[in-house]
């Protein structure tokens, strides 16, 4: 590695670094669009709630009409687990590439090693950058889920309760 530094070679410095970069990027551009939609989603139920009526198929109707509030959960969940360790091999590899300059230029000098330890701590920051948003927004949306489901489930109840006293 050389020593000239930019804002642009934080991130693809090397081929490792720029692949760890995209993967991160990546991650974090998708679960935004699963946030926004799933804020889009919660809003449209708030301005119209999901109704259960008596006539519908109530050992099922609960499940499926939770379904489409759960969906690409999962994918937050992942990049909120997932990230930080992608983002710590990016670390690793950015230190190991400064241990290789000092040895290459036989110097311990903040020139030699500065290159490779911002692009560790900018792959550090890019996988937190990606982490925090989709953890909070998992368990903000699985919880909202969950509650959602509890009323669903609640509602069955009652009115299963009450298709049985009319019996």
């Excluded at 070679?9 to 991160?24: A, K, N, P, R, Y």
């Excluded at 230190?95 to 330890?117: E, K, R, T, Y």
Aim: proline share 3%; aromatic share 12%; no cysteine.
């Amino acid at each position: 590695m050389t020593n000239t530094f930019s804002l642009t070679t934080l991130f693809t410095g090397d081929w490792m670094t720029l692949f760890i970069s995209l993967v991160l990027v990546f991650g974090s551009v998708i679960s935004w669009a699963v946030i926004i939609e799933k804020i889009r989603m919660w809003h449209r139920q708030k301005k119209h709630p999901v109704q259960i009526k008596n006539g519908d198929n109530l050992s099922i109707i609960a499940d499926k009409l939770i379904r489409p509030f759960d969906k690409n959960l999962w994918f937050l969940s992942m990049v909120s687990y997932v990230a930080p360790f992608i983002g710590l091999f990016g670390t690793i590899w950015g230190v190991m590439d400064s241990f290789a300059s000092i040895g290459v230029n036989q110097s311990v000098s903040i020139g030699v090693i500065a290159p490779g330890l911002a692009t560790a701590l900018g792959t550090t920051a890019l996988g937190l950058i990606a982490a925090v948003p989709a953890a909070i927004a998992y368990q903000y949306f699985s919880k909202k889920s969950d509650t959602l489901y509890d009323m669903l489930t609640e509602r069955v109840k009652e009115l299963k309760a009450k298709s049985f006293k009319h019996k």
